[in-house]
């Protein structure tokens, strides 16, 4: 097998494991529609097993009203604009100042809306205790974040009966995207009171607005562990009840993730926990929920107790996720494993580092295209030799092809005496058939890892390059969009496949004419693909392209021409 019949067998089981991905997705079960009803309807959960040990005695049944009609509080911070609903103290509407909607620049990006039923739930576990659909009152206080005030704290309370009240207090801290809950217990009562509290990201199970279906990105909960590590969970094994994870230890947290975005409730490590995922059944569209419950201190009678759950909203920055899973002493808050919601795919130990780099040539060039075009740079140098050795083969075999149509004409319908000709060929001219393939194998992971760093990076998002790319985490649509097929429509990668085409005449023409013809339309068939991806992965791909054909091109030539360097790559 030729080196070409190897390219092509790689493009065909590449284009097969896409097709295969998009054909799962595509045919992922769907859930039996429901009835509608109120959007925080949702059954409070229960906990497997008591988390506390001893047992405790389960206190007496009381109870709890259910509100006819939400009303929501508005907290204003400089992050954040958060509307919290007085039924469960939920956060129904989280918006995000420093980022803009996917569709509608002109918005600000909401995390949690109604529209994706998204919300941030917490409650009590225990007979008459309050829970996500218990109804709180107000107390009175300063709601927006203002001079120099450095948090904003709003606080709900509601009574339980038998002397036990509950009290809700949010804490939003200036320049933080981490959101203290403190749920605290007061119990006048005579009796012993122990509980649980739970924590829980409810969420339909649509991907966010503005994904395009040709780039495909994780929506879903998580849940990381030490012993169990990261561990991702679809909708649809959900809703299929097969969803497998580590539901119970003394570390981690959950998570609901999209596209560079994330919330996770992060307990106290060292505190016992159990997780759980299910499908909601009465919801206005499919939808789930994904929560943890921890044990909350047993409250004796006369006393108070309280216990403190930070919730992270926000966006999927790598700095500050670093920043919150180191321990206390180091100033973060214990989060171990929380910077793997940023989506670096199977290659994630090297597209960390790459992304390490890329944000270290940010600091210094401050845009993240030249950051993108000088990293492109770097990598193309650093596999500088691989790609010559690859180029030189494919130039060697270009020189020997007229002979290779001869042997063809001659031996056309003799099979096994053709192989064997161009064999005693190329072992004549020194020719691997396969160097020209092996680089590039060697190269794929760091291209595909790179992909991956450039497609989670929150950092690009809404960054401009130059001219007309103002966004380099969207397609280039200079030119417009498409109606119907909705097909966007850029310079970047008209030049991208310009650059294909560019490239594929420099490539040797195979013997074959159905092969020569499937490589005249290569780049037709894939270049279709950059229109609908960001700009920044583009302006990767064309840089890169442009580099190879400089450096294809002097090879050639030199092979061609006979001179001393294409001497010296015979070795």
């Known amino acids: 097998m030729d080196h070409r019949r190897l390219l092509l067998l790689l493009i065909f089981s590449f284009s097969l494991v896409m097709l295969w991905d ?44 259910t509100p006819e009609k939400a009303e929501t509080v508005t907290i204003g911070t400089d992050l954040f604009t958060a509307e919290i609903s007085l039924q469960g103290g939920d956060i129904v509407r989280l918006q995000l100042k420093d980022y803009r909607d996917s569709v509608h620049k002109e918005r600000v990006f909401a995390l949690f809306e109604p529209k994706h039923q998204y919300y941030a739930q917490s409650g009590l576990i225990g007979d008459g205790l309050p829970n996500h659909k218990t109804r709180f009152s107000l107390v009175p206080g300063v709601h927006e974040l203002s001079g120099d005030a450095q948090e904003v704290v709003l606080r709900l309370e509601a009574e ?18 981490l959101i203290g809950l403190k749920q605290e217990i007061e119990n006048a009562g005579g009796r012993e009171l122990v509980a649980h509290a739970y924590y829980q990201l409810q969420r339909d199970v649509k991907a966010p607005d503005g994904e395009s279906s040709m780039v495909s990105t994780f929506t879903g909960p998580a ?18 009840g097969k969803a497998k994870f580590a539901s119970k230890a003394d570390n981690g947290w959950i998570a609901m993730i999209q596209h560079y975005f994330a919330s996770a409730w992060i307990p106290e490590p060292g505190l016992p926990r159990e997780f759980y995922m299910r499908k909601l059944e009465n919801s206005q569209k499919p939808a789930v929920a994904a929560g943890v419950i921890v044990p909350v201190p047993v409250a004796a009678p006369g006393t108070k107790v ?7 909203a926000g966006p999927q920055i790598q700095t500050t996720l670093d920043q919150l899973a180191k321990p206390k002493a180091d100033g973060g808050i214990g989060a171990q494993g929380l910077p793997l919601v940023v989506d670096y795919g199977w290659l994630t130990v090297i597209a960390a580092p790459i992304f390490w780099c890329l944000e270290a ?6 845009n993240w295209g030249w950051a993108i075009v000088i990293l492109t740079i770097i990598i193309k140098l650093l596999f500088f030799p691989l790609s010559a050795a690859s180029y030189k083969s494919m130039a060697k075999m270009k020189t020997v092809t007229p002979r290779l149509m001869q042997l063809k004409e001659r031996y056309g319908d003799d099979r096994q005496k053709l192989n064997q000709e161009m064999m005693a060929l190329y072992k004549r001219e020194k020719i691997n058939p396969l160097g020209g393939c092996l680089p590039i194998l060697v190269q794929i992971p760091v291209f595909i890892a790179l992909y991956w760093a450039l497609l989670g990076a929150v950092e690009i998002r809404d960054a ?8 380099l985490s969207a397609p280039d649509t200079l030119f417009g969009v498409i109606p119907v097929i909705d097909m966007p429509i850029g310079l970047l990668p008209i030049i991208m496949v310009a650059s294909m085409i560019l490239q594929t005449k420099l490539n040797p023409t195979p013997p074959d004419p159905i092969q020569a013809k499937v ?40 092979i061609e021409s006979g001179g001393k360097a294409a001497n010296d790559s015979k070795a």
């Open 22 to 65: 998009a054909w799962q997705k595509h045919n992922l079960p769907k859930a039996p529609p429901v009835a509608a009803s109120g959007t925080a309807e949702a059954p409070a959960p229960k906990p497997s097993g008591s988390l506390h040990t001893p047992l405790p005695e389960a206190p007496a049944p009381v109870a709890v009203a």
């Open 361 to 366: 040539i940010y600091k210094v060039v401050g």
């Open 160 to 177: 339980a009966g038998n002397g036990v009240r509950v009290a809700k207090t949010y804490t939003f801290k200036r320049g933080s995207y």
């Open 519 to 558: 490589m005249l339309m290569m780049p037709y068939i894939f270049g279709i693909m950059f229109f609908w991806f960001p700009s920044g992965l583009v302006l990767y791909w064309v840089v890169n392209n442009i580099l190879s054909i400089a450096q294809q091109w002097q090879i050639t030539r030199m």
């Open 464 to 471: 401009p390059w130059i001219l007309w790319i103002k966004d």
């Open 306 to 312: 309280a216990l403190e759950v930070p919730l992270y």
């Open 223 to 240: 849940v990381y562990t030490e012993q169990d590590k990261f561990q991702k969970v679809t909708f649809a094994d959900i809703e299929a």
